[in-house]
């Protein structure tokens, strides 16, 4: 049972240690200390974490890698973002936001700081033609769903997850308010991928590469461990788009890169090197 809570006029931080965020949460932003970031060989420097975001972009440079665009190479940098690497002077540089991924692209004579993981995506489909079509009403419903994911995911992952695996209280009202809506947003995928194969259409676009780090892995019980309360398996059509995406080679290459969590075969903390897929990690992959 929780005590009713009156806001005070003027709202001020009371630091806390409760919460499993609560040593790097701060109500302004800037660097809190001087930390150069390392630069690599390739023309992308990624600098991220293996989480639904950071995924995003590991598995469109992964899925440009395949398609021959060898100026997709890309060192990704793990960010520790518990120990508070995004507040790193080098990092606040690329991102103000101190959010992961943040993205340097040195290929032209200037390099080009990218952040915010759907306009990410979208420099790299434009940079290199693919994955967001040209067609004026493709194109249109490609960014609206890419939009989609963009304004939806805080819901699910700010809250949602937040108070349902992460938050030092279990608040029923909380916890009833965000699983109504996360309920919702995948309702509105299994309406949509009733109708087509993607999310944009016939073909798979940086819409699919946005949502299927949240969603599909919402959809397959991967997700703050909320899929049997979420009742996930309800919504079919979520579950065959899921199933189809994560079965693609560079999906299953681009969402272990960076990551932290785990069985240790399926985490490549940082990939500097196609070669750094190495043969168990390869074997896993398969699996």
Same mark, same amino acid.
Request: glycine share 12%; no cysteine; charged share 25%.
């Given at each position: 049972m929780t005590t009713e809570y009156t806001p005070p006029a003027v709202w001020t931080w009371i630091k806390t240690t409760e919460g499993r965020f609560a040593n790097i949460n701060r109500p302004i932003a800037g660097p809190t200390h001087d930390k150069e970031l390392p630069v690599g060989k390739h023309p992308m420097q990624l600098y991220s974490l293996g989480t639904p975001n950071g995924q995003k972009v590991t598995i469109m440079l992964e899925e440009l890698l395949a398609l021959g665009h060898a100026g997709?190479?890309?060192? *990704?940098? /793990?960010?520790?973002? +518990?120990?508070?690497?995004?507040?790193?002077?080098?990092?606040? !540089?690329?991102?103000?936001?101190? &959010?992961?991924?943040?993205? /340097?692209? #040195?290929? %032209?004579?200037?390099?080009i700081r990218v952040f915010e993981s759907g306009a990410i995506l979208m420099h790299l489909a434009e940079k290199f033609g693919e994955f967001l079509p040209t067609e004026p009403a493709a194109r249109a419903e490609t960014l609206s769903w890419l939009f989609w994911q963009m304004g939806s995911a805080p819901y699910l992952g700010g809250g949602f997850g937040h108070f349902y695996a992460y938050a030092p209280v279990k608040i029923e009202y909380a916890i009833d308010r965000f699983a109504m809506e996360t309920k919702r947003q995948l309702d509105v995928l299994d309406r949509r991928l009733a109708e087509t194969a993607y999310l944009a259409g016939d073909d798979y676009t940086i819409a699919d590469i946005a949502v299927w780090p949240w969603y599909g892995?919402?959809? &397959?019980?991967?997700?703050? +461990? +909320?899929? !049997?309360?979420?009742?996930?398996?309800?919504?079919?059509?979520?579950?065959?788009? *899921?199933?189809?995406?994560?079965?693609?080679?560079a999906v299953? #290459? %681009? #969402?272990?890169?960076?990551?932290?969590?785990? !069985?240790?075969?399926?985490? /490549?903390?940082?990939?500097?090197? *196609?070669?750094?897929?190495? /043969? #168990?990690?390869?074997d896993k992959l398969q699996g």
């Open positions: 997709a190479e890309y060192d *990704a940098w /793990l960010i520790k973002i +518990g120990q508070g690497d995004q507040f790193g002077s080098g990092f606040v !540089e690329i991102n103000p936001n101190s &959010k992961i991924p943040a993205l /340097l692209d #040195r290929s %032209g004579p200037k390099p892995a919402l959809a &397959k019980g991967l997700l703050y +461990g +909320g899929g !049997e309360f979420l009742s996930v398996q309800d919504y079919k059509n979520v579950q065959r788009w *899921a199933d189809q995406i994560g079965a693609r080679p299953r #290459r %681009g #969402r272990i890169v960076n990551r932290l969590q785990g !069985e240790p075969s399926a985490q /490549l903390h940082e990939r500097h090197d *196609a070669s750094d897929f190495d /043969l #168990r990690t390869q």
